[in-house]
């Protein structure tokens, strides 16, 4: 059998590893943490000048600064696993610089962010919308 027939096998592997990791994932509470220092700590180790001050993101599809990261954040151990091993250009911030509980405290300001309005309830966006 040529390697290249056994691709698709490993694609399902992997995908399968990737579903447990992230159940188990959703399945741990992230640790408690204050949610007005991580607001402070996001400001102070510079999360707003990739992310938004509100975590919002640049907005752009490609290329832009940073993914908006809430509301609804991605699990602590995936935003954590993101901070000390960032998967592509983010800067790292190891234990020296941001502590676990530190980056426990951004997580529950994250967790803080309500959702924005939606469009079809602010009147000078209605006829912009699609119907
Ligand atoms: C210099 C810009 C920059 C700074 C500063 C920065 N980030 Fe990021 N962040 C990025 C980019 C770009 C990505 C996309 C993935 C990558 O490049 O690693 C990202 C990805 C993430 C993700 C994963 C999002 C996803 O959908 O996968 C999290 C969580 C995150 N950042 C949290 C933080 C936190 C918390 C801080 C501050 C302690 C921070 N970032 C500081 C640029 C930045």
């Known amino acids: 059998m040529r390697a290249s027939a056994l691709l698709p096998f490993a694609l399902l592997g992997l995908a ?10 959703q399945g741990t509470a992230p640790p408690p943490g204050d949610p007005k ?45 993101q901070l000390r091993r960032p998967i592509n250009v983010m800067p790292p911030y190891s ?6 509980q530190d980056a426990a405290n951004i997580y529950a300001y994250l967790m803080s962010i309500p959702a924005g309005k939606s469009a079809s309830t602010i009147p000078a966006l209605s006829g912009y919308l699609r119907k």
């Open 16 to 25: 399968v590893l990737a579903g447990s990791h992230l159940a188990s994932a």
């Open 37 to 81: 220092l991580g607001a402070a700590l996001w400001m102070r180790d510079g999360c707003y000048e990739c992310h938004g001050t509100v975590a919002q993101g640049s907005g752009a599809r490609v290329g832009g600064t940073g993914p908006m990261l809430a509301p609804k954040p991605l699990p602590f151990s995936v935003v954590l696993s």
């Open 95 to 100: 234990t020296a610089v941001l502590s676990d």
